[in-house]
C-alpha cells in the first residue's frame, strides 16, 4: 500500500485552516492536508467552513472561535471532533492535529488515529495521552518534546512552503519579535536586546497577554526605535522576516518546535535564541545563528550576525524544513500504520510498536 490512502485531517478550530495571520496548529494541518493531496492521497479535511482545501472540506462549524466572540469554543469543539469519528469507517487513517481531546473517542473506532502532540499545555493533560499509549500512533515536532511516560511512533519536524518565503540577500538593519506576546515568549527581552544592540526593533503578533503587553511592552513604544505593527499576514510576514539583520527569539520555556524560527531562516534572516526545547535542533550554532543562555550573550551575538552567510539560512530550510519532506514523512508514516491495520486488529501495543525517529 503506497499510495491512494484515505486520510482525515482533524485541524483545530481556533481559526481558519490555513490561517489567516495567526495559527500554528491550523498551518501544519494545512501543509499536510495540501500535501497528501499533490501525493494522490484522498483527503478530507475537518476544518472551519470557512477554511480552503483542495481536497474535501468537512465542517460543522462555521468560523473559528478565536475569531468569533459569538462562537462557544467547547460546544464547537465537541461537535467538531464527533464529525469526524462519526466517519472514521471512512477512512484508512485519521490524522489528528488537534491535540488530546480526541484521543478520548479512538477507542470507539476501528480506524487507527495517529495524534500529533505539538506540545504539552501543562503536565495535566499527560494522563490522557497515557490513559490511550496501547492504541495510540503519537508523533513529536522535535525530539526534545517527547515525553518519557509515552511511546512514540516516530519525530517529524514542521515543514514549510517555501514558495512564500522570499530569500533576501541583503536585509534592512532592524531586529524582530514574531510571535505570541507573552512572557513565555520574552518580548521584553528583545526589546532589551534591541536597546543594548543600538538597534530598531520591530515587534509582531497577536496579544496573548494584556496585562504583560501593558506593562511590559507598551511602555517602550514611545521610545525611538521601538515599534508593534500588530498581528501580520503572509504577505507583511514574509516582508518583515526578510527584512530583518536578525530573529530574537528569547524564550524562557522549552518550546516543542518554533515555526517562525523556520519562516525566518527560510528568508535568510539568522535567528538568535536562548537554546531551550527543540531550538537546538533547528538553529545551527554558528551557521543559521546563535543559541545564547542570557540578554548579555544575546547582545554580543547580534553583533556577530553580519559574519553569517545568509544563503546557509535558506539552503539549510531547504534541506531539512520543507513542506515536501514533512508530508514525505508523514505519508510513509500513514502507510505503515494502515497497512499494519490491514494485516491485523488494527490496534497497536507497545510490545509491537515500530519507534523510530523521521526527523533529520
Excluded at 481558519?16 to 483527503?43: C, D, F, K, N
Aim: proline letters at 5%; hydrophobic letters at 45%.
Amino acid at each position: 500500500m503506497t499510495a491512494g490512502l484515505r486520510i482525515g485531517v482533524l485541524s483545530s478550530v481556533a481559526h481558519r485552516t490555513p490561517p489567516r495571520g495567526y495559527g500554528p496548529w491550523e498551518q501544519v494541518a494545512s501543509t499536510l492536508a495540501e500535501g497528501l493531496v499533490a501525493l494522490g492521497h484522498e483527503i478530507t479535511l475537518f476544518a472551519t467552513a470557512d477554511s480552503a482545501t483542495a481536497g474535501s472540506l468537512h465542517s460543522v462549524v462555521p468560523r473559528g472561535y478565536e475569531e468569533d466572540v459569538t462562537v462557544d469554543a467547547k460546544v464547537v469543539e465537541a461537535l467538531h471532533i464527533g464529525a469526524a469519528f462519526a466517519r472514521a469507517d471512512d477512512f484508512d487513517v485519521l490524522s489528528n492535529q488537534f491535540d488530546f481531546l480526541p484521543l478520548t473517542y479512538s477507542r470507539l473506532v476501528r480506524t487507527p488515529v495517529v495524534t500529533t502532540i505539538h506540545g504539552f499545555s501543562s503536565e495535566q493533560i499527560v494522563p490522557v495521552y497515557q490513559a490511550y499509549d496501547d492504541i495510540a500512533h503519537y508523533v513529536s515536532i522535535s525530539d526534545a518534546d517527547r515525553h518519557p511516560a509515552l511511546t512514540y511512533d516516530a519525530t517529524i519536524h514542521h515543514g514549510i512552503e517555501l514558495d512564500g518565503f522570499t530569500f533576501v540577500a541583503r536585509p534592512g538593519e532592524y531586529l524582530l519579535f514574531l510571535g505570541r506576546i507573552h512572557p513565555h515568549k520574552g518580548t521584553h527581552l528583545a526589546i532589551e536586546v534591541a536597546r543594548r544592540a543600538g538597534l530598531p526593533l520591530v515587534i509582531a503578533g497577536i496579544v496573548q497577554d494584556q496585562a504583560y503587553f501593558d506593562a511590559m511592552v507598551a511602555p517602550h513604544l514611545s521610545e525611538a526605535g521601538v515599534s508593534y505593527v500588530g498581528p501580520v499576514g503572509r504577505v507583511e510576514r514574509d516582508a518583515l522576516l526578510g527584512g530583518a539583520l536578525a530573529l530574537l527569539h528569547l524564550i524562557s520555556f522549552a518550546e516543542p518546535f518554533g515555526l517562525s524560527v523556520v519562516e525566518s531562516l527560510a528568508t535568510g534572516t539568522p535567528v538568535v535564541a536562548f537554546g531551550l526545547g527543540a531550538l537546538p535542533e533547528i538553529v545551527r550554532e554558528g551557521t543559521t545563528g546563535f543559541l545564547v543562555g542570557d540578554v548579555e550573550a544575546a547582545v554580543a551575538a547580534v553583533s556577530r550576525v553580519p559574519d553569517l552567510e545568509r544563503r546557509d539560512c535558506r539552503q539549510d530550510v531547504e534541506a531539512r524544513f520543507s513542506a515536501q519532506r514533512m508530508v514525505a514523512d508523514y505519508a510513509a508514516l500513514f502507510t505503515r500504520v494502515a497497512s499494519s491495520r490491514s494485516t491485523s486488529s488494527g490496534r497497536s501495543t507497545t510490545a509491537n510498536r515500530t519507534v523510530e525517529s523521521l526527523a533529520p
